[in-house]
């Protein structure tokens, strides 16, 4: 049974930064690309950022372009995302994800609907 298990989140005031972990197990996540994704209140989970499967590429979202930065672990089964200057509009819960349906050197999902596996979610709360 495949599992993502996030952490890292929590209450911090615009500016700050925070570094996001998600841990695999179940299955070894080495040849597989990986995303983040978040979803405010009363929103739709929105792609945040992903990365190739041995990390030689990675996307973005517009709204986290040069503030957010994704990065993987194979030797751990892990990924993260390393946020910097955050903003009040970053606030929303904070998903993991995992695309074992395509495969690719270069490949790098952006949708929500691409990926097969999600953690539960952490929840990252930015104050003004």
């Known amino acids: 049974q495949v599992q993502l298990v996030e952490s890292g989140g929590g209450l911090v005031q615009a500016g700050d930064s925070l570094r996001l972990s998600c841990a695999v197990s179940?299955?070894?996540?080495?040849?597989?690309?990986m995303g983040w994704a978040r979803q405010a209140p009363g929103k739709e989970r929105d792609f945040v950022a992903s990365?190739?499967?041995?990390?030689?590429?990675?996307y973005y979202a517009d709204s986290v372009k040069g503030r957010f930065t994704i990065s993987r672990d194979n030797a751990k089964n892990s990924v993260y995302l390393q946020m910097d200057g955050l903003k009040p509009d970053d606030t929303a819960v904070y998903y993991c994800?995992?695309?074992?349906?395509?495969?690719?050197?270069?490949?790098?999902?952006?949708?929500?609907?691409?990926?097969?596996?999600w953690g539960q979610g952490t929840q990252v709360t930015v104050s003004s």
């Open positions: 179940g299955r070894t996540v080495s040849s597989y690309a």
């Open positions: 990365i190739s499967w041995r990390g030689e590429a990675t």
């Open positions: 994800a995992l695309d074992i349906t395509y495969s690719g050197r270069y490949y790098t999902p952006q949708t929500v609907a691409a990926y097969d596996y």
